[in-house]
């Protein structure tokens, strides 16, 4: 695992040097000033998920589930941490109850679906009720 420095995401509305995060999997972490506002993760592609927070004219808002921000805002920062895809949903949701992000949703039954094991036992459970 790697994490890195804080580093502002974008300067000038382009991005800073996060296409390294391109095709990687890990967690990132936004904050702004020194408030944790999001923990966010990716399978395989740093890069793109993190990019999705900040829309564009041609990558809009429509059908996306996901918090927003100004690419613009000068307190915003990221930072990100390089781990094997099989660790990330623990360690999100480990994260998430540590810092207490404000626009990360917090329900049991999304923490329990984010658990394999969990997921697994819930959706038996639900089946045919769904």
């Given at each position: 695992m790697k994490l890195t420095r804080w580093i502002k995401p974008y300067i000038d509305g382009k991005t800073n040097g996060l296409y390294k995060f391109n095709?990687?999997?890990?967690l990132y972490f936004i904050k702004e000033y020194q408030r944790i506002r999001y923990v966010g993760k990716s399978n395989s592609n740093l890069y793109t998920t993190f990019t999705n927070h900040f829309p564009?004219?041609?990558?809009?808002?429509?059908?996306?589930?996901?918090h927003?921000?100004?690419r613009n805002n000068p307190a915003l920062r990221v930072k990100f941490l390089i781990c094997p895809h099989e660790k990330i949903n623990d360690l999100e949701i480990y994260f998430i109850n540590k810092f207490d992000p404000l626009d990360n949703f917090k329900?049991?039954?999304?923490?329990?679906?984010?658990?394999?094991?969990f997921r697994k036992i819930i959706k038996s459970k639900l089946y045919g009720y769904l």
């Open positions: 095709k990687l999997s890990g564009t004219e041609n990558r809009n808002k429509e059908n996306q589930i996901r927003f921000y100004d329900d049991k039954l999304y923490f329990a679906l984010k658990n394999p094991y």
